[in-house]
Every structure is written in structure tokens, then in C-alpha cells.
């Protein structure tokens, strides 16, 4: 019997038509059932743009990590931003044994490493904010770092609540020197020629981090953002309001979240409006890490030429930048140098502004930073 294919796929996928039935089968189908299904599937719609998920935080880089996509706030969204974030964590930290940082350290006076492409571009960023400071930001400060081990949010280290002996701070200085790294473009490899020597990323790579949050932000099409990891903020899009953001300067010495005053910050310019516009507030700070000994704080910002946390009158320093890689840079860079050398530099750097916090409580700031103060016991210089 011959097979009949065309009798099969009828039977599979079409009814036999019922001639009584289908008029009114065919139009309760198309005027009643489909309008409903289309009512119920916009009402889904609506509804899970009403529900958008609330802002996340989590503990990732050593410290609190928050960021807060409002209205479009989407758990797929909030996953990809923090797996990132980690996965730039297990690349760019010194402690996780098997990071690409740890790897250049152990093999320090024995080998280059060949690394990840966005590592090394992240160290030659590193090295190229080093010489233009001349050397008061410096990577390879890791054996400072690593000595005085100064950490608050979580242990970082062995915990020193002393100073170190200034004969064993001065065992480590020699390695201290951002001109003994050596980047072989071609390869992606690291060396530091001089066995001991060790590479820090904690003033940089965070602003990394914040960046490639906000890449998957404007990817994702997310109109409005906020990310704050651990101080160094970036404000993405324009506000409802479409007034400036406002982005508060933390108060030395009250609880984290209070403020001497805030920033504020336009992002929008009318042909930016096209992709995401973003600017960066990163703050370099003495008052989140730090211990105390006979009334002097030490905190965990180096002099890369002493060994010793700055003690140079600033407590904070927040940079205001288009990428929040240079910001997080500059903010350190501008804290070792003072204010003199400091503001100069973030002078130089068009589109980019700083604000600085004495311990005296005075404040000053670069021509365009636009702060406003809001605590009366400090005073602004001009
Ligand atoms: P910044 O001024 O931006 O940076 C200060 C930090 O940079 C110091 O803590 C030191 O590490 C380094 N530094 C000091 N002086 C100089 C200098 N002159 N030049 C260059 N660098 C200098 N913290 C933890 O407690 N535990 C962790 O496991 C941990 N993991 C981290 C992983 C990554 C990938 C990153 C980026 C950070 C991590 N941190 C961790 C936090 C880090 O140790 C720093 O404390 C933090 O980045 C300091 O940032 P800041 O914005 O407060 O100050
Ligand atoms: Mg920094």
C-alpha cells in the first residue's frame, strides 16, 4: 500500500474540519480567545517592567560593591555585572594564588609571565599613570603594601597593628621601583627583574572593574545607572529629573554614607545622548583602612620613595573623569603627590577634576569640580 505522507501530516498537525463547528469555533478563536491571550501577555509585560529588581550589592574586590540599575533593573543583567567583576577579581588579585597577578609575583627575577590581555593592559596603564606621576603612584609597591599590611573591610594580610622597623622597611624599598617591570607587547608577558619585587593593582583596578560594569550596562540598553565599588562610583545616563546627579564626598570623620557635602555631576550634553553617557567619582581616602599608634594614623596609601603611608595633610582626594580606570589612578597619584603637584596634574588632564580634603578641614578644588559644601565646620579655600 502506497504510503501516503500528505494523509499522515494532516492527521498529525490539522483536524478534520467540521463544517457544523467552525464558523463559530473560528470566531470565538480569532475575536475572543486571541485579544485575550495579547491583553494577558501586555499585562505580563507591564507588570515585570513595574516589578524591575532593586538595587544588589555584594562582597567582591575586598569590599561592597553596589550597583543600581533602577527602573530597568534585571537580574540577568545584575548576574553578568558581578560574574564580571569577578572574573576581573580572580585576574588582577594578589591573593588569589592562581590570579595572573600572583603569577608575575612568584616568578619576579625568574621569568616573564605570559597573562591575560586584559591584565597586562590594566598593568600598562598602570606604568604609564606611574611615569606620569614620576613614580608617587607605582604598581610594583606590593612588598610595602604586603609589610604594613593595612586592611579594614576584610583581613588582607596578617594584621599589623605596629609599625614596621624602619631597617625592615628598608630591606623592601629597592623593589619599589615601577621602572624594573618589563612589558613584552607582543607576548602579553610581565617580568619584574628583580626577585622580590611584586605588583599591587588595588589603586587601579577597581576603576577597571567599574568600567566593564558599565559596558554591559550600555549593552544591555539600561537607560540609568549607579555603581559604587567600594568609592569609586560611576553615574551612567541621565536622571528622570534630568537635573545633575548628585554624588556625595564621605565625611572623614563621621559613619560611611555621611557626607561633607556633594558633587555635581551633569552627564548629559545633546549629542551625547546617543550612547550611555558616564562620569567617574573615585576617592582616595586615609579614613577606610588605617590603624593608629601614639596618635599618628597610618593608613594604607604609600610614598613609594619612603615606605610610610603620606602624611601630607590630605584626607581625601576624589577625581572626577570621563573612565574610571584613570580616576581610581589619578585619585592615588594626586594624594602621594599633595596638592601642589597633585592638582597640577589632574589640571593637565582635560575633562577631569579633582577635590581635596585636609585634615584641618579645609577643602579645595580644580577650576571645574563643581562641590558644594554642605557640613559648615569645613570651610573651602579658594
Ligand atoms: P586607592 O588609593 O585607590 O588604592 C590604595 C591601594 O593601592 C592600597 O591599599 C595599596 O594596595 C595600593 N597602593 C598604596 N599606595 C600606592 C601607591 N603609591 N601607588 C600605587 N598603589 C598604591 N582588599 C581586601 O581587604 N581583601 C581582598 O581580598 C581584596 N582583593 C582585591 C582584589 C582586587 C582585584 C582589587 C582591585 C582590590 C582588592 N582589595 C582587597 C582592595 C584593595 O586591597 C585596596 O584596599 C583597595 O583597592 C583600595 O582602594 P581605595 O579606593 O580605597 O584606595
Ligand atoms: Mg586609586
Keep these: 500500500m502506497a504510503f501516503n505522507n500528505k494523509n499522515i501530516f494532516q492527521k498529525i498537525f490539522y483536524r478534520e474540519p467540521h463544517k457544523h463547528r467552525e464558523p463559530a469555533f473560528r470566531y470565538f478563536f480569532l475575536i475572543r480567545i486571541i485579544p485575550c491571550l495579547f491583553a494577558v501577555n501586555i499585562f505580563f509585560i507591564f507588570y515585570s517592567c513595574l516589578q524591575a529588581e532593586p538595587a544588589r550589592s555584594e562582597f567582591t574586590l575586598g569590599t561592597l560593591c553596589s550597583v543600581n540599575l533602577y527602573e530597568q533593573g534585571n537580574n540577568d543583567v545584575y548576574k553578568e555585572i558581578f560574574d564580571r567583576i569577578r572574573e576581573i577579581e580572580n585576574l588582577m588579585s594578589v591573593n588569589i594564588p592562581s590570579s595572573d597577578i600572583s603569577l608575575i609575583n612568584a616568578a619576579a627575577g625568574i621569568a616573564p609571565v605570559k597573562v591575560h590581555e586584559e591584565t597586562f593592559n590594566v598593568i600598562k596603564n598602570a606604568v604609564y599613570y606611574a611615569r606620569l606621576s614620576d613614580g608617587a603612584f607605582d604598581p610594583s609597591i606590593g612588598p610595602i603594601v604586603s609589610l604594613w599590611?593595612?586592611?579594614?573591610?576584610?583581613?588582607?594580610?596578617?594584621?599589623?597593628?605596629?609599625?614596621?622597623?624602619?631597617?625592615?622597611?628598608?630591606?623592601?624599598?629597592?623593589?619599589?621601583?615601577?621602572?624594573?617591570i618589563r612589558l613584552y607587547e607582543d607576548t602579553s608577558s610581565v617580568f619584574f627583574i628583580h626577585e622580590g619585587m611584586a605588583l599591587d593593582l588595588g589603586a587601579i583596578a577597581k576603576g577597571y572593574a567599574a568600567d566593564e560594569a558599565a559596558k554591559i550596562i550600555e549593552r544591555?540598553?539600561?537607560?540609568?545607572?549607579?555603581?559604587?565599588?567600594?568609592?569609586?562610583?560611576?553615574?551612567?545616563?541621565?536622571?528622570?529629573?534630568?537635573?545633575?546627579?548628585?554624588?556625595?564626598?564621605?565625611?572623614?570623620?563621621?559613619?560611611?554614607?555621611e557626607t561633607i557635602g556633594y558633587l555635581q555631576i551633569t552627564t548629559l550634553t545633546a549629542e551625547q545622548e546617543e550612547s550611555l553617557p558616564v562620569k567617574t567619582i573615585v576617592t582616595s581616602g586615609t579614613y577606610e583602612r588605617f590603624f593608629e599608634e601614639n596618635g599618628i594614623r597610618y593608613h594604607h596609601i604609600f610614598d613609594p620613595s619612603l615606605g610610610y603611608p603620606v602624611q601630607n595633610g590630605i584626607i581625601s582626594v576624589t577625581v572626577i573623569a570621563d573612565v574610571s580606570m584613570d580616576a581610581d589612578a589619578l585619585s592615588t597619584a594626586a594624594f602621594v603627590l599633595g596638592y601642589e603637584r597633585g592638582s597640577a596634574l589632574v589640571e593637565s588632564i582635560t575633562g577631569t577634576e579633582a577635590v581635596f580634603v585636609f585634615d584641618d578641614k579645609s577643602i579645595r578644588q580644580t577650576s571645574g569640580a563643581n562641590f558644594i559644601l554642605t557640613d559648615k565646620t569645613y570651610n573651602i579655600k579658594y
Design 220 to 257: 544591555a540598553g539600561i537607560k540609568r545607572a549607579l555603581i559604587d565599588l567600594g568609592g569609586n562610583i560611576i553615574v551612567a545616563g541621565v536622571k528622570k529629573d534630568r537635573k545633575p546627579w548628585r554624588v556625595g564626598v564621605q565625611s572623614p570623620d563621621k559613619a560611611r554614607g
Design 149 to 180: 599590611g593595612i586592611g579594614n573591610d576584610e583581613p588582607r594580610h596578617e594584621q599589623l597593628t605596629h609599625v614596621p622597623g624602619r631597617e625592615e622597611i628598608e630591606k623592601l624599598l629597592p623593589l619599589v621601583n615601577w621602572h624594573f
